[in-house]
């Protein structure tokens, strides 16, 4: 199940980059997202996800602070 939950994830974080390179018109000024942008793009559900996986230690606090 674990397996399952860590291919979950970089499924989002794929989908996740995939969104965020889709801005690639913009200028190289404005290319990088506000922190609203970001959390705009997140869904709940992702949201969950990740918090989940913290707790069971897959994602280190790093990332969870960056992400959120």
Do not use: C
């Not at 994830?9 to 609203?36: D, H, K, P, V, W």
């Not at 970001?38 to 709940?44: C, F, K, L």
């Amino acid at each position: 199940m674990a397996a399952t939950d860590l291919f979950e994830f970089l499924l989002f974080l794929l989908f996740l980059i995939i969104s965020l390179l889709g801005s690639g018109a913009r200028s190289e000024q404005t290319a990088l997202m506000t922190r609203a942008e970001i959390m705009a793009q997140i869904t709940e559900a992702g949201r969950a996800k990740l918090i989940e996986l913290h707790r069971r230690g897959y994602i280190g606090d790093e990332l969870m602070h960056a992400v959120l």
